[in-house]
């Protein structure tokens, strides 16, 4: 395959706009005679004469035509793809996968997606939701560079980079004028008696008062706020979605879980796309502004 000259292109290109090498010549910054031995090497490279020149300039031949015409599609590729670069280093286009949690989707994809898309329209942002060891074959298997996640479930994956994103408080949260908010403080024994809606299955047997196991955060949402379920959530996520005050939380004195440190986790030793580390500061941002969860 021979190599071609992008420069050479250009000079083609510029002879064929103005049909005269003078001024091709003035355009390009060039001598006369470096721009037509510039135009002869493209000739004698593929033995073809490009331009029938005359006293009155110059005029494509057949093969000046196609010349022309593979010019302008080759430096527009050219540009696009130095364009695409540029833009790719700053984070603006180019391809992304996170991989998240049910809640940590609700409660973080709407601000990252919004933010990276109204900055870079060009990029690609493609997400997966599950539990964080359900997302380590995405991960390995390039179809997401990092998961955002628990950072006890992230600790249990082999292989991973971690770094710290910020902490998240969680509360217990109930429809207005459930049982268990009628009073003042309560106990986990307390609770124990009503349902629990839950994105994961509990790992300690069947509980008294049952267990609606669903990975939308949404569907859990509706769930309880039309029955006794308990919800274990962010209270920056109910108070968003609970309709107007629909969903309370619950002061629980013994709750188990009040937090959880959510960490970022990458293939060890692999490079990070430019646009990920947007992502890493939009969440921290995000975790920041969370009333409690910096405490």
């Not at 004698?44 to 005029?59: H, M």
């Not at 560079?145 to 980079?161: C, F, K, R, T, Y």
């Not at 268990?180 to 839950?198: C, E, F, H, R, S």
Request: with cysteine.
């Amino acid at each position: 395959m021979k190599s071609i000259s992008l420069v050479r292109l250009r000079h083609i290109l510029a002879v064929a706009r103005t049909g005269n090498f003078s001024l091709a010549a003035q355009e390009e910054g060039i001598s006369q005679p470096a721009l037509s031995r510039s135009i002869q090497a493209f000739e004698a490279e593929y033995d073809v004469r490009l331009f029938d020149r005359s006293r009155g300039g110059v005029a494509l031949t057949p093969a000046g035509e196609l010349a022309v015409e593979q010019a302008r599609l080759t430096l527009a590729a050219a540009s696009a793809m130095d364009r695409n670069m540029q833009l790719f280093r700053t984070g603006q286009t180019g391809r992304i996968g996170i991989g998240l949690g049910p809640l940590l989707a609700s409660l973080f994809l709407p601000e990252i997606s919004s933010r990276l898309l109204r900055t870079s329209p060009q990029l690609q942002l493609v997400t997966r939701i599950n539990a964080a060891d359900q997302l380590l074959d995405d991960l390995l298997e390039g179809h997401i560079e990092a998961i955002m996640g628990n950072h006890w479930h992230l600790s249990q994956i082999p292989g991973v980079d971690r770094v710290p994103l910020g902490r998240l408080r969680l509360a217990m949260a109930v429809r207005e004028g459930h049982p268990a908010a009628q009073g003042g403080p309560v106990t986990m024994a307390d609770l124990a008696i009503y349902p629990l809606a839950t994105p994961f299955e509990p790992a300690h047997g069947v509980r008294q008062g049952g267990v609606f196991v669903c990975d939308n955060f949404h569907i859990l949402r509706d769930t309880t706020l039309a029955t006794d379920c308990l919800w274990l959530t962010a209270p920056a996520f109910a108070k968003r979605e609970g309709g107007g005050g629909q969903l309370t939380l619950l002061d629980v004195t013994d709750l188990p879980n009040d937090a959880i440190e959510i960490w970022l986790a990458t293939r060890h030793n692999r490079m990070s796309s430019p646009a990920l580390a947007d992502v890493v500061s939009i969440a921290r941002e995000f975790l920041e502004e969370i009333p409690g969860s910096s405490d």
